[in-house]
């Protein structure tokens, strides 16, 4: 059973423009919420976390939105770069509970077109 | 800090052979996780451990795989027999304690013929 969907599959996005992706989740005991990055051969790195204690975060570039009542969140890129071609994932999880782990969404690949 | 360490990168075997991948964690982390990626499914959390021991192996799909990790330093992901749908790209990732950042290896790109 997925329990974070997440949309879309792939996007593609102008050089300055805006790219958004989108995650749901269904277990209501999350309550951590990463964005991964991922680069062709290379391993998933942290790029941004909220937890539901807050609305949005940003950090540089990068806004995440979180609705714990649509329990929904989503990433926003912002004058989206070339450079920031690469695969997305969102995750979540119960932050307190034994080990943490993260279940991942299915991944959105973007692609910033100069 | 050399980050994640996997090894090999690429790994091409044909069925019925034993695979084994080699993680080496980030000196000081006390959690490590292994994972899966496919095109179908995704990242999928196989097994974890905490302290060098498995604490929730729910992920790992078949008797066929099996992970240990001897020491805090290095662990090992056995496929035995290997077969076709396990071709995949296999990551290790480490973390320390109850923080909230896992760093991954680079991966192993498992394909068996």
């Known amino acids: 059973q997925q329990q974070v969907k997440q949309s879309p599959q792939s996007l593609i996005v102008q050089k300055g423009g805006i790219s958004i992706i989108n995650c749901a989740y269904e277990?209501?005991?999350?309550?951590?919420f990463p964005w991964y990055q991922q680069f062709p051969g290379k391993g998933p790195a942290l790029l941004i976390a909220?937890?539901?204690?807050?609305s949005e975060k940003k950090e540089g570039r990068f806004t995440i939105s979180f609705n714990k009542s649509a329990k929904q969140f989503s990433l926003h890129i912002m004058d989206s770069q070339p450079g920031d071609s690469a695969t997305y994932f969102c995750?979540?999880?119960?932050?307190?509970?034994?080990?943490?782990?993260?279940?991942f969404g299915g991944g959105t690949r973007v692609l910033v077109k100069p | 800090d050399a980050g994640v360490i996997q090894s090999p990168r690429h790994e091409v075997t044909e069925m019925g052979q034993e695979v084994t991948l080699r993680c080496k964690p980030i000196?000081?982390?006390?959690?490590l996780f292994w994972y899966r990626q496919t095109m179908m499914r995704g990242l999928e959390l196989l097994i974890y451990?905490?302290?060098?021991?498995?604490?929730?192996d729910s992920g790992m799909p078949e008797d066929r795989f099996s992970a240990k990790m001897p020491n805090a330093s290095f662990s090992t992901l056995k496929i035995q027999p290997s077969e076709p749908r396990d071709s995949a790209v296999y990551f290790c990732?480490?973390?320390?304690?109850?923080?909230?950042?896992?760093?991954f290896g680079p991966g192993t790109r498992l394909t068996v013929l």
């Open positions: 909220i937890r539901p204690d807050v």
């Open positions: 451990f905490n302290n060098n021991v498995p604490i929730d």
């Open positions: 277990n209501t005991a999350f309550d951590y």
């Open positions: 990732a480490s973390r320390q304690g109850a923080g909230d950042t896992q760093y």
């Open positions: 000196s000081g982390h006390d959690y």
């Open positions: 995750a979540a999880s119960r932050f307190k509970a034994a080990g943490n782990k993260l279940t």
